[in-house]
């Protein structure tokens, strides 16, 4: 059994190798278990040299490696009865000891069963090879593959800083704290939209006249149509020709409205106010929910760029991705 360990790599520390006569060499043995992954037990037909207290050193190991809550492998005789006498107890208060220690080692957990000393290493190699793959453990590994100390302490710091950093991430994407009282949502805004049309009785050659148009939009109809630009990055020159077609879509039976009421038509060149796209931006930024891009650009581009925040993505996500139909 032992060569099948070591061709395992495992390395086998064997409780016969420590004569366990005084509570000395007891703390010695309950050292060595502490150290180990697995605890293999093999029963035949002894129950082994006895304690002070009457139980043998081998029930004793197993209950603390029990009690440390170790993976257990047990091998037991499956035919005692046939086993030659010289290999069982003579004594029959050590047999009845060696059948409790049976029945318990066999109640609440899987064993194997061997009835020949041939099959022990095949049943040892894959037994410990599946409780090695399901319970995978500590192990141990040269000293020269141990990080020294320093570089432990920088690879904790290190762990400590992406933890910090991940919750950063995880708050940013959180609705951020104040802005409780600042128009948002559902809330609603005013803004005005420009034209150029005639009038009903017009020429159709005549100069078009300007047509400010007043509409309303929510603060999230105005974000979910212009976030998706600003996944990178936007230009505020283009995010004005979007406020426009924003405008457009969400305002359309408004500014028909407006013109059949006006008595207009040949409507065109419609274009959003510098002022109000202004508005947008620093209540945007002021809601957590854009930032300056930090993208290099060159000397000679004097527009300013926009991009999302973290809890800006989340929410541009939350309310343009398609729902699931009820």
């Not at 704290?177 to 600042?182: A, F, P, T, V």
């Not at 929410?315 to 398609?322: Q, S, V």
């Amino acid at each position: 059994m032992i060569p099948t360990l070591m061709e395992m790599d495992c390395i086998p520390a064997g409780m016969e190798l420590f004569p366990a006569a005084d509570e000395e060499q007891w703390d010695f043995i309950k050292k060595v278990i502490d150290d180990c992954d697995y605890y293999l037990l093999l029963i035949g037909g002894r129950y082994g040299s006895l304690s002070p207290e009457g139980i043998s050193y081998t029930e004793m190991e197993y209950d603390y490696a029990v009690s440390k809550g170790m993976k257990v492998i047990a091998l037991v005789h499956g035919e005692p009865n046939n086993l030659p006498q010289i290999k069982c107890e003579k004594d029959s208060k050590l047999q009845n000891k060696l059948e409790k220690f049976r029945e318990k080692v066999c109640t609440g957990r899987l064993v194997k069963f061997w009835t020949n000393k041939d099959q022990v290493a095949g049943i040892v190699a894959l037994s410990l090879t599946k409780t090695i793959k399901m319970h995978p453990a500590i192990g141990w590994v040269r000293a020269s593959l141990v990080p020294s100390e320093d570089s432990s302490q920088e690879i904790l710091k290190l762990r400590n800083e992406i933890t910090i950093l991940e919750n950063k991430i995880q708050n940013l994407k959180s609705k951020p704290d104040g802005i409780e009282n600042l128009s948002q949502g559902d809330d609603e805004i005013m803004l005005d939209i420009l034209y150029k049309a005639h009038k009903a009785n017009d020429d159709r050659y005549a100069s078009k006249n300007s047509y400010q148009v007043p509409v309303t939009l929510t603060w999230n109809q105005i974000f979910s149509f212009l976030s998706p630009s600003l996944i990178v990055e936007n230009s505020e020159e283009n995010l004005l020709s979007l406020l426009g077609d924003c405008i457009y879509v969400n305002c359309h039976e408004e500014i028909i409205e407006f013109f059949e009421k006006n008595k207009l038509k040949n409507r065109s060149n419609r274009r959003a106010y510098n002022e109000d796209l202004r508005t947008i931006i620093v209540q945007f930024r002021a809601l957590k929910l854009i930032e300056l891009s930090t993208k290099k650009h060159p000397p000679s581009d004097n527009n300013i760029y926009w991009s999302l925040t973290p809890y800006g993505d989340q929410l541009m996500t939350e309310l343009n991705a398609i729902k699931k139909s009820s």
